[in-house]
């Protein structure tokens, strides 16, 4: 059975940072297609970072790019988000994802790709 649990959210303020955690079991995440979704309420939830194919490259939303990255440590089996210069808009509950189909690096992904999710960390920033 895989479960992924995220971890590390919370309240900061404008221009701070967070380190949010993804741990899993019943999956190698070293072969899976990996990512981080943000779901605002009353928005859809969308992309903000995946890792393809072991880490060998990755992907940033515009919106965050140069800000969060995103990694994996394959021998605690576990996905990590690093948030930086943390902004309002940032604020939302953040998710991350698995998948074991491979994806190429470049792949254009969006939710549909991922088969499993975790229950989500809040993520609030106040100006």
């Known amino acids: 059975q895989v479960q992924l649990v995220e971890s590390g959210g919370g309240s900061v303020q404008s221009g701070g940072s967070l380190r949010l955690s993804c741990a899993a079991s019943g999956v190698t995440f070293s072969s899976h297609f990996l990512g981080w979704f943000r779901q605002a309420p009353g928005k859809e939830r969308e992309g903000v970072a995946a890792i393809y194919r072991g880490g060998i490259c990755t992907y940033s939303a515009a919106s965050v790019k140069g800000r969060f990255t995103i990694s994996q440590d394959n021998t605690k089996n576990t996905l990590y988000l690093q948030m930086n210069s943390l902004k309002p808009e940032d604020t939302a509950m953040y998710y991350c994802?698995?998948?074991?189909?491979?994806?190429?690096?470049?792949?254009?992904?969006?939710?549909?790709?991922?088969?499993?999710w975790g229950q989500g960390t809040q993520v609030t920033v106040s100006s």
């Open positions: 994802a698995a998948d074991p189909r491979p994806r190429a690096c470049g792949y254009s992904w969006s939710k549909a790709d991922f088969g499993y």
